[in-house]
């Protein structure tokens, strides 16, 4: 008898220590089900915090399967730096402080994909709060609306004199190689002629490769105080270097070295980089034009007036950018090799037909001419 309670005993024993019910399939049981709560529990709250920031950055907190903001809902200007894409899934980082542009206003027009939405094709325009506005320059593997996709390489290029055709002569990648254009020109980490270089060549190769993009200024600067250039349309011109400067005004009668500072000071942000154009950023904009734009053969294109104007009022706005083939040369910060006052403009001006949007021209960088102005650039860090 007292075996057979023994036997019972061991058996309930045995069941409740390893049955289905029992205490560790219980407490095995219980621990999943706290992990799994504490799963939920930070998806949750990631999801939410997600959620906010979609709100925060414009996005309306619709869903979207990248985790990106849909550009198109920008409205509003951004409090840091914004990851975003279009419609189409092409990446796109707003710069703390700017919103996009939307349709219709200052003569922007998104016609890519025919609903009027801001598709990297079209060339997105930003703007801060002071009204100076900035494209974006796509760069890397581009999805286009047929489900094809282009490929545009940051480079330094030439330009074939009849058709437009670019020849890449030097890939952002190698940008620590010297490597010479028509045997004079040569973009330079840095430099002991006259000219000032790109600020960091590294970083903006870097940067630009990693955001899919950088930003060219819409418009030729124009005046706002000593140190610091809009980029906007400009109010009046500039007549003479004797002329005083006002706010506004076209900023021509400018050296290259002055240029360079200027546009660096444009903007003081830990988030982004202003800088003077250099010869990568020219060129792939205009590649990027070619491509997406009915000027297929836009780097031979001259100036469409034949006195100097206000920028953005001459009619040369291609992809939603004004006056690289017109209104005044350019400076860069290309160097021409073997001069002691080193030659260094791009671009079209009202003074000559001979001058072109790809052209290279020859200019002393310690002088300023009428027909001479500049245009900033920015990356996003």
């Not at 058709?163 to 002991?192: H, K, M, R």
């Not at 418009?219 to 506004?248: I, N, Q, W």
């Not at 992809?319 to 005044?328: G, L």
């Not at 300023?368 to 990356?379: A, C, N, P, Q, V």
């Amino acid at each position: 008898m007292t075996i057979v309670v023994l036997l019972i005993l061991a058996g309930i024993t045995i069941t409740y220590v390893m049955g289905d019910n029992s205490i560790f399939k219980l407490a095995q049981d219980a621990k999943d089900k706290t992990e799994q709560a504490k799963n939920d529990e930070r998806d949750y709250f990631n999801n939410l915090d997600n959620t906010i920031n979609q709100y925060i950055n414009g996005n309306g907190g619709g869903s979207n399967p990248s985790g990106k903001v849909d550009v198109s809902t920008i409205t509003d200007k951004v409090d840091k730096n914004t990851s975003a894409e279009d419609s189409l899934g092409n990446p796109i980082t707003i710069p703390e402080g700017f919103k996009v542009v939307p349709d219709g206003q200052d003569g922007v027009e998104y016609t890519y994909t025919g609903d009027k939405k801001p598709t990297v094709q079209d060339g997105i325009v930003i703007e801060d709060g002071e009204g100076n506005q900035f494209v974006w320059i796509p760069v890397g593997e581009i999805k286009n609306k047929d489900g094809s996709t282009t490929t545009i390489t940051l480079g330094r290029y030439t330009f074939n004199s009849t058709n437009g055709t670019p020849t890449l002569q030097q890939n952002a990648d190698n940008y620590t190689e010297v490597v010479t254009i028509e045997s004079c020109f040569q973009e330079l980490e840095t430099s002991s002629y006259e000219n000032i270089v790109a600020k960091s060549l590294s970083i903006f190769v870097s940067k630009t490769k990693a955001n899919g993009g950088y930003y060219l200024a819409r418009y030729e600067a124009s005046y706002k105080d000593d140190t610091h250039c809009y980029s906007k349309v400009s109010t009046s011109t500039r007549s003479s270097s004797s002329t005083t400067l006002t706010s506004g005004m076209l900023w021509n009668y400018i050296t290259q070295p002055e240029a360079a500072e200027i546009a660096r000071n444009m903007y003081t942000s830990t988030n982004f980089e202003s800088d003077l154009v250099n010869s990568y950023a020219w060129d792939t904009a205009i590649v990027f034009i070619q491509t997406y734009s009915e000027y297929n053969d836009y780097s031979k294109q001259n100036s469409k007036n034949t006195t100097l104007a206000n920028t953005g009022v001459n009619n040369d706005k291609v992809c939603n950018i004004y006056d690289m083939a017109s209104n005044t040369c350019e400076w860069t910060t290309e160097t021409f090799a073997f001069a002691v006052t080193p030659w260094t403009g791009r671009g079209g001006t009202y003074f000559s037909s001979y001058y072109y949007t790809a052209i290279r021209c020859e200019r002393d960088t310690s002088y300023g001419y009428d027909d001479y102005s500049f245009r900033s650039l920015l990356y996003v860090k």
